[in-house]
């Protein structure tokens, strides 16, 4: 089955703290592309980072990195610093090369000031 | 800005109508896709669309449809309308290949 799992349904941090949100997924495929997409109050849907499957290097865009282990099929989202502004929702999605997303169930992060 | 263009933002209509949601992806998108967004869950996926063709259908109701347009644009169609329909539908488009989607604001639709 061609799922995500997002084992954490709410996680809290500290301002100035580092968080890690975690992911893992299930596929058969061996190229597919990983991402964390943010959704604040807004609702607004806005990526924060993607990872392709093939690339062992991690991914990372200023405070946020993720940590990629292919063969544990896990894609964890770590923010540094955190900011007021990075409470919402955030949600681990993969795509395959048949042009399916799939997205898993969300965090929600809480950023305590 | 995403560049995915929904119309309209807010809708507030009775049970057993009718609505359609409009959807422009990005300049030189081919492929759409329609979601379906209930309070505090996750993203449900209805239906793709590539290059006017439909490509993947999610657990779309009977009572529901799209299509897209020579132009590229797509509708989303509700009818007969449920309480159960209110939610928010994302449209998110990408150019055709497996990179990532690109999302619209979304249409908020309150079926009352």
């Known amino acids: 089955a061609q799922t995500v799992t997002q084992s954490q349904p709410e996680m809290s941090v500290q301002e100035a703290e580092t968080v890690t949100l975690s992911c893992t997924y299930d596929t058969s495929e061996s190229d597919y592309y990983l991402f964390w997409y943010k959704q604040p109050p807004s609702r607004q849907m806005i990526l924060v980072i993607r990872?392709?499957?093939?690339?062992?290097q991690n991914a990372t865009e200023n405070r946020f990195s993720v940590n990629f282990q292919k063969a544990a099929k896990s894609f964890s989202l770590k923010i540094s610093d955190s900011q007021l502004g990075d409470a919402a929702m955030y949600f681990c999605a993969y795509s395959l090369r048949t042009y399916k997303y799939i997205f898993g169930t969300g965090t929600r992060l809480k950023v305590l000031a | 800005d995403s560049g995915v263009t929904q119309t309209p933002k807010h809708l507030i209509t009775a049970t057993g109508q009718r609505v359609t949601l409009r959807c422009s992806p990005r300049?030189?998108?081919?492929?759409v896709y329609w979601y379906q967004q209930s309070l505090d869950q996750g993203l449900q996926f209805l239906i793709q669309y590539y290059n006017g063709e439909e490509r993947a259908k999610g657990n779309i109701l009977e009572r529901f449809s799209a299509q897209q347009f020579p132009d590229l644009h797509s509708e989303l169609n509700l009818s007969s309308l449920e309480l159960g329909d209110s939610a928010l539908y994302f449209c998110a488009s990408n150019p055709g290949y497996t990179g990532e989607l690109f999302f619209g604001e979304g249409s908020r639709l309150t079926v009352l």
């Open positions: 990872q392709e499957a093939y690339k062992q």
């Open positions: 300049s030189g998108d081919l492929s």
